[in-house]
């Protein structure tokens, strides 16, 4: 080939421009990520809703342990069905379990398709949370949606 003396100086020419577009490409990716972080609240909710099955229908059962709940209420759980068939070992630890009179079940839900039942719903403030691990520490914790009784279907709500 043809020897050219002014290719290095292109070849310098181009790779300020190539390091321009990466510090633009930065500057776009940080300009970004501060436009998603400021659109996306990134806290705890101040409260969590949570869905009854069991003891937790009862106002007062719930109360002793969520002293600060709120918003307690009937709704529906829909693709559920409630089932008594396990014993648990946490009502053994905590003596709810009586062997003498077999009393050694608990309560659970399992999902099917064309389960629905009564179930209390209410709010908890995100501070009591450990609670409700504590409290419920047999059983996986999904999300499911909570139908209020006349069909509303608004918020999803932590149910084991």
Do not use: W, Y
Not at 9 to 22: E, K, Y
Not at 101 to 127: I, M, N, Q, R
């Amino acid at each position: 080939g043809t020897f050219r003396p002014d290719l290095g100086d292109r070849a310098d020419a181009l790779s300020q421009q190539v390091d321009a577009v990466n510090e633009d490409a930065e500057a776009l990716q940080a300009a970004i990520i501060r436009f998603l972080q400021a659109g996306v609240d990134t806290s705890p909710p101040a409260r969590q809703p949570i869905i009854g099955f069991g003891s937790l229908l009862s106002e007062a059962s719930a109360r002793s342990t969520f002293p600060n709940l709120a918003n307690f209420r009937l709704a529906r759980l829909n693709g559920f069905r409630r089932m008594m068939r396990h014993p648990a070992g946490v009502f053994f630890d905590r003596g709810i379990a009586n062997l003498e009179t077999k009393e050694v079940s608990s309560l659970c839900v399992e999902p099917h398709p064309d389960g629905t039942f009564l179930v209390a719903a209410f709010d908890l403030p995100a501070d009591e949370l450990p609670a409700f691990h504590a409290r419920e520490e047999e059983f996986f914790i999904v999300e499911a949606p909570i139908q209020e009784l006349d069909g509303r279907v608004e918020q999803r709500g932590l149910l084991c």
